[in-house]
Protein backbone atom coordinates (compact mmCIF):
# COMPACT_ATOMS: atom_id res chain seq x y z
CA UNK A 1 0.00 0.00 0.00
CA UNK A 2 1.22 3.45 -0.92
CA UNK A 3 1.38 5.57 2.37
CA UNK A 4 1.07 9.45 2.23
CA UNK A 5 3.27 10.84 -0.47
CA UNK A 6 4.71 14.34 0.41
CA UNK A 7 7.08 16.45 -2.13
CA UNK A 8 9.55 17.97 -1.74
CA UNK A 9 11.60 16.21 0.81
CA UNK A 10 13.75 18.71 1.06
CA UNK A 11 13.54 22.59 -0.11
CA UNK A 12 16.12 25.56 1.06
CA UNK A 13 15.33 28.82 -0.55
CA UNK A 14 15.51 32.82 0.38
CA UNK A 15 13.30 34.56 2.58
CA UNK A 16 11.05 36.36 0.27
CA UNK A 17 10.28 33.79 -2.12
CA UNK A 18 7.05 31.33 -2.37
CA UNK A 19 7.42 27.83 -1.09
CA UNK A 20 4.60 24.95 -2.29
CA UNK A 21 4.42 21.95 -0.26
CA UNK A 22 2.54 19.05 -1.62
CA UNK A 23 0.48 15.95 -0.37
CA UNK A 24 -1.13 13.00 -1.58
CA UNK A 25 -2.97 11.12 0.98
CA UNK A 26 -3.71 7.18 1.32
CA UNK A 27 -6.66 6.88 -0.96
CA UNK A 28 -10.01 6.31 0.35
CA UNK A 29 -9.08 8.26 3.39
CA UNK A 30 -11.46 11.16 4.35
CA UNK A 31 -9.36 13.77 6.16
CA UNK A 32 -6.39 15.44 5.62
CA UNK A 33 -4.17 17.34 8.08
CA UNK A 34 -0.80 19.48 7.53
CA UNK A 35 1.22 19.43 10.79
CA UNK A 36 5.04 21.44 11.54
CA UNK A 37 7.32 20.50 13.61
CA UNK A 38 9.81 22.21 15.60
CA UNK A 39 12.33 22.02 18.55
CA UNK A 40 10.78 24.74 20.21
CA UNK A 41 6.97 24.30 19.48
CA UNK A 42 6.86 20.12 18.94
CA UNK A 43 4.52 18.74 16.93
CA UNK A 44 1.40 21.44 15.70
CA UNK A 45 -1.42 20.94 13.72
CA UNK A 46 -2.09 24.17 11.17
CA UNK A 47 -5.07 23.22 9.47
CA UNK A 48 -7.31 20.07 8.72
CA UNK A 49 -9.73 19.29 5.91
CA UNK A 50 -12.36 16.43 5.93
CA UNK A 51 -13.63 15.73 2.14
CA UNK A 52 -11.59 18.50 0.87
CA UNK A 53 -13.07 21.08 2.91
CA UNK A 54 -11.16 23.01 5.71
CA UNK A 55 -12.74 22.10 8.61
CA UNK A 56 -10.50 24.08 11.06
CA UNK A 57 -7.51 26.37 10.24
CA UNK A 58 -6.85 27.71 13.54
CA UNK A 59 -3.25 26.75 13.91
CA UNK A 60 -2.67 28.86 10.64
CA UNK A 61 0.40 30.93 12.00
CA UNK A 62 -0.31 34.22 9.50
CA UNK A 63 -1.84 35.17 6.50
CA UNK A 64 1.40 33.94 4.57
CA UNK A 65 0.17 30.38 5.05
CA UNK A 66 -2.62 28.88 3.00
CA UNK A 67 -3.81 25.37 2.28
CA UNK A 68 -5.89 23.94 -0.56
CA UNK A 69 -7.50 20.60 -1.28
CA UNK A 70 -8.83 21.03 -4.92
CA UNK A 71 -9.54 17.06 -5.06
CA UNK A 72 -9.10 14.19 -2.55
CA UNK A 73 -5.77 13.17 -3.73
CA UNK A 74 -3.63 16.02 -3.87
CA UNK A 75 -2.97 19.42 -1.36
CA UNK A 76 -0.45 21.90 -1.32
CA UNK A 77 0.54 24.20 1.66
CA UNK A 78 1.56 27.80 0.32
CA UNK A 79 3.77 30.35 2.75
CA UNK A 80 4.10 33.50 0.82
CA UNK A 81 6.55 35.70 1.50
CA UNK A 82 8.65 32.99 3.40
CA UNK A 83 10.24 33.70 6.61
CA UNK A 84 13.65 32.21 8.34
CA UNK A 85 11.16 31.01 11.27
CA UNK A 86 9.37 29.30 8.78
CA UNK A 87 12.20 26.44 9.08
CA UNK A 88 10.73 23.59 10.15
CA UNK A 89 9.65 20.47 9.15
CA UNK A 90 5.92 19.89 7.60
CA UNK A 91 4.37 16.48 7.47
CA UNK A 92 1.24 15.82 6.08
CA UNK A 93 -1.07 12.91 7.90
CA UNK A 94 -4.51 11.03 6.71
CA UNK A 95 -7.20 9.51 8.22
CA UNK A 96 -10.11 7.06 7.18
CA UNK A 97 -13.64 8.51 7.66
CA UNK A 98 -14.64 8.36 11.11
CA UNK A 99 -13.78 9.69 14.66
CA UNK A 100 -11.29 8.45 16.12
CA UNK A 101 -9.21 7.02 13.06
CA UNK A 102 -5.40 6.68 13.07
CA UNK A 103 -3.59 9.61 11.48
CA UNK A 104 -0.97 8.54 8.98
CA UNK A 105 2.13 10.29 8.39
CA UNK A 106 4.16 11.17 4.92
CA UNK A 107 7.68 11.33 5.31
CA UNK A 108 8.01 15.08 5.67
CA UNK A 109 9.10 18.49 3.36
CA UNK A 110 12.41 19.76 5.52
CA UNK A 111 12.55 23.37 5.13
CA UNK A 112 15.25 25.86 5.43
CA UNK A 113 14.74 29.43 4.88
CA UNK A 114 17.71 31.45 4.06
CA UNK B 1 -6.77 25.66 25.20
CA UNK B 2 -6.18 22.00 25.81
CA UNK B 3 -3.47 20.66 26.11
CA UNK B 4 -1.59 17.77 27.16
CA UNK B 5 1.74 17.38 28.97
CA UNK B 6 4.37 14.61 29.19
CA UNK B 7 6.71 13.22 31.26
CA UNK B 8 9.71 12.62 31.45
CA UNK B 9 11.39 14.75 28.35
CA UNK B 10 14.24 11.85 28.58
CA UNK B 11 14.27 8.70 30.00
CA UNK B 12 17.64 6.10 29.38
CA UNK B 13 16.97 2.77 30.72
CA UNK B 14 19.52 -0.59 30.39
CA UNK B 15 18.69 -3.13 27.88
CA UNK B 16 15.64 -5.48 29.14
CA UNK B 17 14.35 -3.01 31.45
CA UNK B 18 10.89 -1.50 31.13
CA UNK B 19 10.32 1.66 30.04
CA UNK B 20 7.32 4.13 31.47
CA UNK B 21 6.14 6.92 29.82
CA UNK B 22 3.06 9.34 31.20
CA UNK B 23 0.53 11.92 29.71
CA UNK B 24 -1.98 13.61 30.99
CA UNK B 25 -4.56 15.43 29.02
CA UNK B 26 -6.96 18.33 30.29
CA UNK B 27 -9.77 18.29 27.86
CA UNK B 28 -12.60 15.38 29.60
CA UNK B 29 -14.61 14.93 26.64
CA UNK B 30 -11.18 13.42 24.73
CA UNK B 31 -11.86 9.98 23.73
CA UNK B 32 -8.79 8.81 21.20
CA UNK B 33 -5.21 8.39 22.77
CA UNK B 34 -2.64 7.55 20.37
CA UNK B 35 1.44 7.26 20.88
CA UNK B 36 3.40 7.50 18.44
CA UNK B 37 7.39 6.53 17.78
CA UNK B 38 9.91 8.73 15.63
CA UNK B 39 13.23 7.66 14.85
CA UNK B 40 15.41 10.69 14.30
CA UNK B 41 15.01 12.54 10.51
CA UNK B 42 11.44 9.97 9.85
CA UNK B 43 8.02 10.20 10.25
CA UNK B 44 6.19 9.96 13.50
CA UNK B 45 4.47 5.96 13.37
CA UNK B 46 1.47 4.85 15.26
CA UNK B 47 2.69 2.38 17.52
CA UNK B 48 -0.82 1.69 20.10
CA UNK B 49 -3.61 3.75 20.62
CA UNK B 50 -7.03 3.36 23.25
CA UNK B 51 -10.60 4.72 22.90
CA UNK B 52 -12.88 6.02 25.63
CA UNK B 53 -14.13 2.72 26.84
CA UNK B 54 -11.35 1.13 27.17
CA UNK B 55 -9.23 1.06 30.39
CA UNK B 56 -6.21 -0.89 28.84
CA UNK B 57 -4.69 -2.34 25.60
CA UNK B 58 -1.91 -4.89 25.22
CA UNK B 59 0.44 -5.56 21.54
CA UNK B 60 3.46 -7.94 22.27
CA UNK B 61 5.64 -5.56 24.45
CA UNK B 62 3.74 -2.49 24.63
CA UNK B 63 0.44 -1.19 26.40
CA UNK B 64 -1.39 1.46 27.05
CA UNK B 65 -3.17 2.16 30.32
CA UNK B 66 -6.33 4.98 30.72
CA UNK B 67 -7.41 6.27 33.61
CA UNK B 68 -10.39 8.40 32.50
CA UNK B 69 -11.39 9.80 36.21
CA UNK B 70 -7.91 11.19 36.56
CA UNK B 71 -7.08 12.12 33.65
CA UNK B 72 -4.14 10.36 32.54
CA UNK B 73 -2.57 8.02 30.09
CA UNK B 74 0.64 5.72 30.06
CA UNK B 75 3.04 4.05 27.69
CA UNK B 76 4.81 1.00 29.08
CA UNK B 77 7.13 -0.81 26.97
CA UNK B 78 8.85 -4.21 28.33
CA UNK B 79 11.86 -6.36 27.53
CA UNK B 80 13.14 -2.93 26.12
CA UNK B 81 15.98 -3.39 23.09
CA UNK B 82 18.23 -0.35 21.40
CA UNK B 83 15.85 -0.49 18.74
CA UNK B 84 13.31 0.72 20.53
CA UNK B 85 15.30 4.10 20.97
CA UNK B 86 13.25 6.74 19.72
CA UNK B 87 11.51 9.97 20.80
CA UNK B 88 7.89 9.39 21.55
CA UNK B 89 4.82 11.41 21.28
CA UNK B 90 1.38 11.12 23.21
CA UNK B 91 -1.67 12.13 21.94
CA UNK B 92 -5.42 13.34 22.90
CA UNK B 93 -8.19 13.98 20.73
CA UNK B 94 -9.67 17.19 21.21
CA UNK B 95 -13.55 16.09 22.08
CA UNK B 96 -14.57 13.77 19.72
CA UNK B 97 -12.99 15.66 16.66
CA UNK B 98 -10.42 14.12 15.12
CA UNK B 99 -7.98 16.51 15.87
CA UNK B 100 -5.46 15.80 18.05
CA UNK B 101 -3.27 17.75 20.64
CA UNK B 102 0.36 16.14 20.87
CA UNK B 103 2.71 16.15 24.20
CA UNK B 104 6.00 17.07 24.06
CA UNK B 105 7.82 13.91 23.40
CA UNK B 106 10.18 11.89 25.60
CA UNK B 107 13.44 10.80 24.45
CA UNK B 108 13.87 7.06 25.29
CA UNK B 109 17.46 5.88 25.08
CA UNK B 110 17.94 2.21 25.44
CA UNK B 111 21.54 1.01 26.49
CA UNK B 112 22.91 -2.00 25.36
Known amino acids: DAGVIQSPRHEVTEMGQEVTLRCKPI?????LFWYRQTMMRGLELLIYFNNNVPIDDSGMPEDRFSAKMPNASFSTLKIQPSEPRDSAVYFC????????????FGDGTRLSIL | GENVEQHPSTLSVQEGDSAVIKCTYS??????FPWYKQELGKRPQLIIDIRSNVGEKKDQRIAVTLNKTAKHFSLHITETQPEDSAVYFC???????????FGTGTLLAVQP
Open chain 2, 91 to 101: AASLGATNKLI
Open chain 2, 27 to 32: DSASNY
Open chain 1, 93 to 104: ASSAWGSNQPQH
Open chain 1, 27 to 31: SGHDY
